[in-house]
C-alpha cells in the first residue's frame, strides 16, 4: 500500500482563460484527487482558489507539474498540511490565573510568592501541592533513534517530543515538555535530567539509542525520587503484551504453552521478552541479526546475554527462518523484509504475527494477513495497531496521582492487563484485539490498575481518595 497524502494549492485563475474543470482534469490525470476547493478571492479578472488534493507516494511534484502546465493559471505556492500543523509548534504555555490587579501580581509573584517558596523550603514535599510538580512530565531525547528516522539529533527530534507532550495532555490532562539535550554522552544527559528533575513528577525517556538507553534508564531510577519510563521499550512492551493476551484468546492457546520467536533485541526487543516472561511465557526464542540467542554462547551486548540466559531452554540455533519453525507468535521489532511468508508457512497452526517495524512492517500486512490467524502492526491504516498512545499516558497519570516513587513490573503488567480488558468478550475478534488510541476508557481504566498496582507493591506515596 503506498503513501497517501495531501497538498494545498493555491492558484490564479484568469476568468477569460478556460474553466476550473480544465484544472480538475490535468490534476486527475497526474494521479490527483480533489478533496476541497475553496475560494479566496473572486475578482472580475481572476479567481483565486486554494485546492486540497490528495496524492498517491510520489504524485506531488506531478500534480504541480500538470498545474504549472495549464494555459491561464498562474501557481501561486503549495502547502503541505502536516507542515501547516506544525508551524510555530504544536504546544504553548498557558497561565492558570489571570494578572489584571496589583493584588492579582502580588500573590502569584511578589511579594506573596515568597510565603510559599518559604514553605516549600521548609518541606520540600509540599512541592506536589504548590507548584506544577505533581502534574509535570519532562518528555526527554537525545534525538538518537527517533521512529524509524534514526540518528537525526536533537533539534530534529523536537516535533516528535512536542507531539508526545499533545497527546499527555490530550488523552490524560498530564502537563508535558520536550526536553530535547545536544549530546549522546549518557553521564551528560543522567546529569542534565538530574539537574532539571525538581521541576518534574516524573521523566519519559524517548528515541535513545540502545544499548545507552538501558543504563540512562537504570541511572535515572536509581538517582532520582520520581518515576522514570523508557517509553520505546515499556510502552512498547506493555501494549503488545495487551494484544498478545487477546490474540491468544481467539486461537485458543495458553500462554504457558505457545512458542515466541521475538526478532529485534533492541531497547523494545528486549523489554517485551521481560514482560513476556513476567507475565508467565515460558518458550521464548529472541533473534537479532546473529541469529537466535544462545545461552552457550556469549556476546558484546550485555542485554544480549542477558536475555539469553533466560531464554531458548530448547537452545534453537540459526538464523530467523530456523528458529521460527514450529513457533505460535512471531513479535518483531526489527526491520522491512525480516519476515517472509515462506517463514509463516513454517509457523504452527493459527499463527499469530505482530510486525511492528516501523514505518514499515517486517512483511507486507496484505501479504501476511491471508497467512495468519492474527495480526497486528504499529501501523493506523490496518486493523490492530499496536501504539504506545494506549499506554504511557494513563501510566504516568497514575503514576503522578499517587505520587509512586518508580514504575516498576507490576505496574506495567496492570497497564498491560487493563488495555486487554478494554476489549470485551463479545467485541473480540481477529481484527479487533486491542481498543482504540481514541477509546476514552482506556486511560481511566489504565491509571486505576497502576495505582491499585502501586499501592500493591509499596511505591505509592500518597493514596487517592477514591482508593481508601
Same mark, same amino acid.
Given at each position: ?191 542534565? #535530567? ?6 518534574? *513528577?516524573?521523566?519519559?525517556? $524517548? +528515541? @535513545? ?6 543504563? %540512562? ?29 487477546n490474540a491468544l484468546k481467539v486461537v485458543g492457546k495458553r500462554a504457558e504453552e505457545v512458542r515466541v520467536v521475538v526478532n529485534g533485541i533492541g531497547a523494545a526487543g528486549t523489554s517485551i521478552v521481560k514482560m513476556l516472561l513476567a507475565a508467565g511465557v515460558r518458550r521464548i526464542v529472541a ?41 505460535? #507468535? ?6 522491512? *523484509?525480516?519476515?517472509?511468508? $515462506? +517463514? @509463516? ?6 499463527? %499469530? ?107 505509592a506515596r500518597r493514596i487517592p481518595p477514591e482508593f481508601l
Amino acid at each position: 500500500m503506498t503513501a497517501y497524502s495531501t497538498i494545498i494549492l493555491r492558484i490564479e485563475r484568469l476568468v477569460s482563460s478556460g474553466t476550473f474543470a480544465d484544472i480538475a482534469r490535468v490534476i486527475g490525470q497526474a494521479g490527483g484527487d480533489i478533496l476541497a476547493v475553496d475560494t479566496i478571492h473572486a475578482g472580475k479578472e481572476s479567481m483565486i482558489r486554494d485546492i486540497t488534493v490528495g496524492v498517491h507516494g510520489g504524485a506531488e511534484e506531478e500534480v504541480v507539474r500538470a498545474v504549472r502546465s495549464v494555459e491561464g493559471v498562474r501557481l501561486i505556492h503549495v502547502s503541505d498540511p502536516i507542515f501547516l500543523a506544525h508551524l510555530g509548534g504544536k504546544i504553548e504555555v498557558q497561565p492558570k490565573l489571570g494578572i489584571k490587579t496589583r493584588d492579582d501580581l502580588s500573590k502569584v509573584y511578589t511579594p506573596g510568592v515568597a510565603r510559599v517558596c518559604r514553605a516549600i523550603h521548609e518541606d520540600p514535599g509540599k512541592a506536589y501541592s504548590l507548584t506544577l510538580k505533581r502534574n509535570t512530565v519532562a518528555v526527554v531525547t537525545d534525538g538518537s533513534a527517533v521512529l524509524g528516522l534514526g540518528d537525526i539529533g536533537p533539534t530534529a527530534a523536537t516535533p516528535v517530543m512536542e507531539g508526545k507532550a499533545m497527546l499527555f495532555k490530550q488523552l490524560a490532562g498530564v502537563d508535558a515538555f520536550p526536553i530535547c539535550i545536544a549530546s549522546k554522552d549518557p553521564d551528560e544527559i543522567v546529569r542534565t #535530567v538530574k539537574l532539571i528533575a525538581p521541576v518534574f *513528577g516524573g521523566i519519559n525517556l $524517548e +528515541d @535513545i539509542a540502545s544499548p545507552h538507553c538501558f543504563g %540512562i534508564e537504570e541511572r535515572l531510577k536509581r538517582e532520582l525520587d520520581i518515576p522514570v519510563f523508557h517509553d520505546d521499550q515499556h510502552g512498547t512492551a506493555v501494549v503488545v503484551l495487551a494484544g498478545f493476551l487477546n490474540a491468544l484468546k481467539v486461537v485458543g492457546k495458553r500462554a504457558e504453552e505457545v512458542r515466541v520467536v521475538v526478532n529485534g533485541i533492541g531497547a523494545a526487543g528486549t523489554s517485551i521478552v521481560k514482560m513476556l516472561l513476567a507475565a508467565g511465557v515460558r518458550r521464548i526464542v529472541a533473534v537479532d541479526r546473529c541469529g537466535a540467542l544462545v545461552r552457550t554462547n556469549m556476546y558484546d551486548r550485555p542485554m544480549w546475554n542477558w536475555v539469553a540466559s533466560r531464554t531458548n531452554e530448547e537452545c534453537i540455533e540459526g538464523s530467523l527462518g530456523e528458529a521460527i519453525a514450529g513457533a505460535d #507468535v512471531f513479535i518483531g521489532v526489527s526491520a522491512r *523484509g525480516a519476515l517472509t511468508w $515462506e +517463514d @509463516i508457512r513454517r509457523m504452527a497452526p493459527d499463527p %499469530i504475527v505482530f510486525a511492528m517495524a516501523n514505518p514499515d512492517p517486517e512483511i507486507d500486512p496484505e501479504e501476511a494477513e491471508p497467512l495468519v490467524a492474527v495480526l497486528g502492526t504499529g501501523r493506523s491504516d490496518y486493523p490492530n495497531q499496536l501504539n504506545n498512545v494506549l499506554c504511557f499516558p494513563g501510566i504516568f497519570r497514575g503514576a503522578l496521582d499517587c505520587r509512586a516513587a518508580e514504575i516498576n513490573e507490576a505496574m506495567k503488567l496492570a497497564a498491560a492487563r487493563s488495555i486487554a480488558a478494554a476489549v470485551s468478550d463479545e467485541e473480540l475478534n481477529p481484527h479487533y484485539i486491542i481498543p482504540s488510541i481514541f477509546n476514552d476508557r482506556v486511560v481511566p481504566s489504565v491509571r486505576r490498575a497502576v495505582i491499585q498496582a502501586a499501592i500493591d507493591s509499596g511505591v505509592a506515596r500518597r493514596i487517592p481518595p477514591e482508593f481508601l
